[in-house]
C-alpha cells in the first residue's frame, strides 16, 4: 500500500519538484542561492516554490534580490487580491499596530465587533468567526457542521460523517488531510480516521447516492471551483444542484470559498454566480491583502451558536489587528472597482487563452473572473513551464495535483499588464521543445 502511493506521488509530482540545495554563490546576498540555501540548511521543507527570492512586492509586481522585476499572476494563490503591499491597508495596520494588536482571553477588542457587523453585512451571513490560517477556519466549519450534526440533526454522538471531493485541498493539518486524497498529503502522515469519505467532484449523482445511503452524513465540504485540484470549475448549474440535494436530505452545505471568494471570480463569492448560499461559508487569503494570515468561517444563528464560550478559540484569532486589516482589505475591493475590474478582464483573460493554440495545451479552464488555468498535455510538466515562465518575468505556479499552470493575477492588474503576461506566456509555449 505504502509503495503504491509513493509511485503515484512520484508520477504525480515528477522528478522537475526535486529541487536541490544550491552550492554555488553562498556568500552573495546579492543572489537567489544565497538565501535558497539558508532555507535548505535551517529550515523545514516548505512549500514546492520557484527557485526565486523576492524582496519586494508592489501591485502586480515581484522583485527579486538581482533587481529583476516579474508580472506575479500567482498573488500567492490569491492571497494579496488587492495587489501586493496595498498602501490603504498597510497604513490602518500601521496605526493599529500604535495602538493594540492583542487582547485574546483578557477581554474583547474596541476593533472586532464593529468588523463582524460590517462583514455579516457584506457576506450575507447572521454571524462570522475569525482565525487565522484558512485550514483552521474549514476546520471551525467542519467542527460547526459535526455539532449541529449531534443537537440539531440528532446523528448517533461520534457517528457525524462528512463529504468531501476529490481533488480537494483545504490546507495541511491532520484533519486537512483527511478530507483530501491527493497522496502527497496523505504518505506517511496517518491514520486519519476521522469518518470522512471521499466523493467524485463535479458529479450531483454520486452525491446523492451518498446522501440517500447514510442519514449520518451531516455536511458537504467543497471547493466551487477547485483551486489546487487545478482551477476546475464544475458544470454550469453544480451549485444549485448541491444546494438542492443539501436541503432535500438535511445535509449542510459548505463552501470554502477560500480561494474563490473577495472578488477573484468576478463576484464577491463564487456561489454568488448562482445564486446558491450555503450554510455554511469560509474564505481566508486577501481578507488581509497578504499582510497577516486572518480567515473566516460564516453560519446563520442557528448554526454558529451551537458553540459555546470557550469551546472554539485560538490566542492570535480576532484580535484587534486583525479587525482593521480585514476591514480595510474589503473596502479596498469595493473602494478600488477590484470586483468588477476581475470580471470585466476575466472575460479578455478567457477569450485570449482560448485563441492559444499549442500541442502542449490540451485544455483552457477559465470562463469566472481572473482564475483560469492551462492544462498541459502529459509530454511536458506544469513546473517546467512555471520555470520557463519565470525567467520571462512572469510568476505562475503549476497546480499540486494535475498538470495544471495556473493564472490568477492580484485583482488591481490593468489590461496593458495582463497582455503583457499573456505576451509572455504565449512567447514561452512558441519557444517550447523540449520535453520535461
Ligand atoms: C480552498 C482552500 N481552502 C483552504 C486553504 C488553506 O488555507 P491556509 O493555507 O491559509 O491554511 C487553502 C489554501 O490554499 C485553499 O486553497
Excluded at 512555471?386 to 492580484?410: C, D, Y
Amino acid at each position: 500500500m505504502i509503495e503504491a502511493v509513493k509511485r503515484i506521488f512520484q508520477t504525480t509530482v515528477g522528478k522537475d519538484y526535486e529541487l536541490t540545495r544550491p552550492t554555488e554563490k553562498l556568500d552573495d546576498p546579492k543572489s537567489h542561492e544565497y538565501y535558497i540555501a539558508k532555507e535548505f540548511d535551517y529550515g523545514c521543507h516548505g512549500p514546492m516554490a520557484l527557485p526565486y527570492v523576492f524582496c519586494k512586492g508592489d501591485g502586480v509586481y515581484l522583485h527579486d534580490v538581482t533587481g529583476k522585476r516579474y508580472l506575479d499572476f500567482m498573488s500567492s494563490f490569491g492571497a494579496v487580491n488587492q495587489g501586493h503591499c496595498h498602501p490603504k491597508i498597510r497604513d490602518v495596520m500601521i496605526d493599529q499596530m500604535n495602538k493594540l494588536t492583542l487582547t485574546c482571553v483578557s477581554g474583547y477588542n474596541d476593533k472586532l465587533g464593529p468588523t463582524y457587523e460590517f462583514m455579516c453585512g457584506k457576506f450575507g451571513f447572521q454571524k462570522v468567526h475569525f482565525a487565522n490560517g484558512g485550514v483552521e477556519a474549514v476546520e471551525h466549519a467542519v467542527l460547526l457542521a459535526r455539532r449541529w450534526g449531534y443537537e440539531v440533526k440528532k446523528v448517533k454522538d461520534g457517528k457525524a460523517r462528512i463529504l468531501f471531493p476529490h481533488g480537494a485541498y483545504w490546507g495541511r493539518s491532520i484533519a486537512a488531510r483527511a478530507g483530501q486524497d491527493h497522496p502527497e498529503a496523505l504518505y506517511h502522515f496517518g491514520p486519519f480516521g476521522l469518518n470522512f469519505s471521499i466523493i467524485p467532484y463535479d458529479d450531483p449523482d454520486a452525491l446523492e447516492k451518498e446522501l440517500k445511503g447514510d442519514s449520518n452524513i451531516v455536511a458537504y465540504l467543497f471547493e466551487p471551483i477547485q483551486g489546487e485540484g487545478g482551477i476546475r470549475y464544475p458544470q454550469e448549474g453544480y451549485l444549485k444542484r448541491v444546494r438542492e440535494l443539501c436541503t432535500k436530505y438535511n445535509v449542510l452545505m459548505i463552501a470554502d470559498e477560500i480561494q474563490t471568494g473577495l472578488g477573484r471570480t468576478g463576484k464577491l463569492k463564487c456561489c454568488d454566480w448562482e445564486g446558491v448560499r450555503p450554510d455554511i461559508m469560509t474564505i481566508g487569503k486577501s481578507l488581509s491583502g497578504g499582510f497577516y494570515p486572518i480567515s473566516a468561517c460564516f453560519a446563520d444563528k442557528d448554526i454558529m451558536d451551537l458553540i459555546n464560550p470557550g469551546e472554539a478559540m485560538t490566542t492570535y484569532g480576532g484580535n484587534p489587528l486583525a479587525a482593521v486589516i480585514a476591514k480595510r482589505s474589503i473596502e479596498v475591493l469595493y473602494e478600488e472597482g477590484l470586483i468588477d475590474n476581475a470580471l470585466e478582464l476575466g472575460k479578455h483573460l478567457e477569450k485570449e487563452l482560448r485563441t492559444f493554440n499549442h500541442k502542449f495545451i490540451k485544455d483552457i479552464r477559465a470562463g469566472k473572473g481572473l482564475y483560469a488555468g492551462i492544462e498541459l498535455d502529459s509530454s511536458i510538466k506544469a513546473f517546467t513551464v512555471a520555470t520557463r515562465l519565470a525567467e520571462k518575468g512572469l510568476i505562475s505556479h503549476p497546480a499540486s495535483t494535475v498538470n495544471v499552470i495556473r493564472i490568477h493575477p492580484p485583482l488591481c492588474i490593468t489590461k496593458e499588464q495582463l497582455d503583457e503576461g499573456l505576451r509572455i506566456i504565449r512567447d514561452v509555449f512558441d519557444n517550447l521543445y523540449s520535453v520535461g
